[in-house]
Every structure is written in structure tokens, then in C-alpha cells.
């Protein structure tokens, strides 16, 4: 049974940093690409990062580019999002997700393992 478990959401202050972790198990992601997403109170769940399967390649919505780091140890199976510089409208549920595909894209519809999610709140 496939599962990826997200951890390191918490509460912070503007300004602040936190790093996220997503652990997968009952198989490996190591050719799949994975991504973090977020979804706020009321709005649509959101692509903030994605890898691909080697991690050669990274992407970003531009509301994080610069101030998120997404990341992964295939021997670990684990996939991470340092988040730097948080801002209150970066808080949201984190979701981690991983693909059927080798390159990260943007759309929910291209993955189909998800985490339970992570809450982060950034306090102004």
C-alpha cells in the first residue's frame, strides 16, 4: 500500500523559515516526479513545487520562486520543501503528491498518490 506521509508544518511568524518532509513507502518514486501543493481556507488547492523523478529539474509558482527549495533523497524516498522568508498568504495545508509522469507539471490531474497534508500558518 502506497502511502506519503507529510511532517514539519507548524506555526510561525512572518519572516520565518520551515522545512517540510514527505516520507513515501510501499514503493519507490524514484523515476516519478513529485510536488508540494498548498490549499488556503476557501480556495482551490494550488501547484507550489514539483521535481522530477532524477530531481535535475525544479519548478515553481511564482508566488514561492525564491523563497521555496523544493528537494529530494530517492535512497530516503523522501521529497522536502524548505520554505524561507514565509509570508501570512502562505498559509495553507501543504499536500505532497507524486506522479505518474518523470517531469513535474502543475495540474492536480497529473498525480495520483497524495499525502494527508500538513498545515502551515504564518502569523503576522
Known amino acids: 500500500q502506497v502511502q506519503l506521509v507529510e511532517s514539519g508544518g507548524g506555526l510561525v511568524q512572518a519572516g520565518g523559515s520551515l522545512r517540510l518532509s514527505c516520507a513515501a513507502s510501499?514503493?519507490?518514486?524514484?523515476?516519478?516526479?513529485m510536488g508540494w501543493f498548498r490549499q488556503a481556507p476557501g480556495k482551490e488547492r494550488e501547484f507550489a513545487a514539483g521535481?522530477?523523478?532524477?530531481?535535475?529539474?525544479?519548478s515553481y509558482a511564482d508566488s514561492v520562486k525564491g523563497r521555496f527549495t523544493i528537494s529530494r533523497d530517492n535512497a530516503k524516498n523522501t521529497l522536502y520543501l524548505q520554505m524561507n522568508s514565509l509570508k501570512p498568504e502562505d498559509t495553507a495545508v501543504y499536500y505532497c503528491?507524486?506522479?505518474?509522469?518523470?517531469?513535474?507539471?502543475?495540474?492536480?490531474?497529473?498525480?495520483?498518490?497524495w499525502g494527508q497534508g500538513t498545515q502551515v500558518t504564518v502569523s503576522s
Open positions: 521535481i522530477s523523478g532524477s530531481g535535475g529539474s525544479t
Open positions: 510501499g514503493r519507490t518514486f524514484a523515476k516519478n516526479a
Open positions: 503528491a507524486a506522479s505518474f509522469l518523470s517531469l513535474a507539471v502543475v495540474a492536480p490531474s497529473g498525480y495520483n498518490h
